[in-house]
């Protein structure tokens, strides 16, 4: 009978899909790098110390698998994570719409399904967690209309009408501020009178920084908020490009009120020759933000800066061969012929591709499954990364991002 858990894992490393299982289970590799990050937890599980970190690493060579390691280290901490790839369809250059993309991928410890708005359900008006929060929203933020949302929304309680926008609004379809006024002056028989008229451009930070908090008041050790894929943002324009950077800069730099937050990015190493040089970033800083080239020149220096992921040495190559090994043969109830040195052997053939290394493996061990004898695998070679500038339709009605060709 097969191990249904092994069977996971091999099939999510032959499909080239990263995991939390998979990442789980090769948490050994790279110990002086989540030696590193686990460090970074540790500050935020102890001191309150929030934080950013980036890192960079070949194409194909175990970044998202890090990402889902992470995961794992985090959920034992007794962390909220965020687990979201930076794509066309959820850019940092505009945090209102990177926002709900977000809090979509958020994961309390120990659920399977996304989601934190049921963290809400036991708060009332006036208890005391729910007046931190009430006290968080009114003082430490630049705008005060979640302190609104939050007194209406416990207020309101049993009341659908008024308690589904509100919680849609906390997740990213923000209600406008006069139905917002209108709600809370039934509510209270008050004037609700912000003292910064929100705007969704300008003040989605405050609603990641609210969540930190409620997350914090909740009992949690921390929030863990992992980027995954943001070389993809290459593809936006120089002006939109910059704006992520901008972006990237309170997460990497936080403020005081974002509260017990490690953030890690993964970008490609060919980022920095073929975008921040190649589309010569810098230069655009000095032509659009001339007056104010802070904070963005400090997250590019970051970027060039950033720690490398370096590949796996030949010691923890013979460590994670020999664990696929064992769960392959878990996986389909066999005993491989072939050892371990002879899949390093196998894996070492298949070129410096991480990925494609271990899917070599893979591929010997399936035709030894299969037909009791086997070849060296014949993985092809994985296509590289494109940075060719991808307009959205918001971009191509406006024309204000896209660079001219």
């Known amino acids: 009978m097969f191990d249904f858990e092994s069977r996971h894992i091999i099939e999510a490393l032959r499909s080239g899909v990263p995991s939390r299982t998979v990442g789980r289970c090769f948490s050994e590799a790279r110990a002086p790098l989540l030696s590193t990050v686990q460090a970074r937890l540790d500050d935020v599980r102890d001191n309150g110390k929030s934080s950013g970190m980036i890192i960079r690493g070949r194409y194909g060579e175990g970044k998202t698998h890090l990402l889902n390691t992470v995961f794992s280290m985090a959920f034992e901490n007794n962390m909220v994570v965020s687990l979201l790839?930076?794509?066309?369809?959820?850019?940092?250059?505009?945090?209102?719409?990177?926002?709900?993309?977000?809090?979509?991928?958020?994961?309390l410890p120990g659920r399977e399904q996304p989601g934190f708005l049921d963290l809400l359900n036991d708060l009332s008006l006036n208890s005391d967690p729910s007046n931190v929060l009430q006290l968080f929203a009114l003082k430490e933020l630049e705008c005060d209309k979640l302190y609104y949302v939050l007194r209406t929304y416990l207020s309101a309680s049993g009341k659908d009408d008024v308690q589904f926008p509100l919680r849609a609004d906390l997740e990213g379809d923000f209600i406008?501020?006069?139905?917002?006024?209108?709600?809370?002056?039934?509510?209270?028989?008050?004037?609700?009178?912000?003292?910064?008229?929100?705007?969704?451009?300008?003040?989605?930070?405050?609603?990641i920084a609210f969540l930190s908090k409620l997350f914090e008041v909740k009992g949690y050790n921390g929030w863990v908020i992992l980027f995954?894929?943001?070389?993809?943002?290459?593809?936006?324009?120089?002006?939109?490009?910059?704006?992520?950077?901008?972006?990237?800069?309170?997460?990497?730099?936080?403020?005081?009120?974002?509260?017990?937050?490690?953030?890690?990015?993964?970008?490609?190493?060919?980022?920095?020759?073929?975008?921040?040089?190649?589309?010569?970033?810098?230069?655009?800083?000095?032509?659009?933000?001339p007056d104010k080239p802070e904070p963005i020149r400090t997250v590019i220096n970051d970027i060039l800066a950033s720690l490398g992921l370096a590949s796996l040495n030949q010691e923890e190559i013979l460590h994670v061969v020999s664990l696929i090994r064992d769960y392959h043969s878990k996986a389909y109830n066999w005993t491989p012929a072939s050892t371990d040195e002879q899949l390093q052997r196998v894996a070492d053939a298949a070129g410096n591709v991480l990925r494609t290394r271990l899917r070599s493996v893979l591929e010997y061990l399936d035709q030894e499954y299969q037909y009791g004898d086997a070849k060296a695998g014949t993985v092809g070679a994985l296509e590289t990364e494109s940075f060719e500038e991808v307009p959205s339709l918001e971009e191509m009605d406006t024309n204000n991002y896209l660079e001219p060709n």
């Open 85 to 107: 790839p930076l794509t066309l369809e959820n850019p940092m250059d505009k945090m209102h719409t990177m926002y709900p993309a977000l809090v979509n991928h958020t994961y």
């Open 176 to 207: 406008a501020n006069p139905a917002l006024k209108k709600m809370y002056r039934a509510e209270f028989k008050q004037v609700a009178k912000f003292n910064t008229p929100f705007g969704k451009t300008l003040h989605t930070y405050d609603y």
């Open 228 to 289: 995954d894929e943001a070389e993809l943002m290459g593809r936006l324009g120089k002006k939109a490009r910059l704006n992520f950077y901008k972006n990237m800069n309170y997460f990497l730099h936080p403020q005081p009120n974002l509260i017990n937050t490690f953030t890690l990015f993964t970008f490609t190493n060919s980022y920095l020759d073929e975008v921040i040089d190649g589309k010569h970033d810098l230069k655009n800083l000095g032509e659009l933000f």
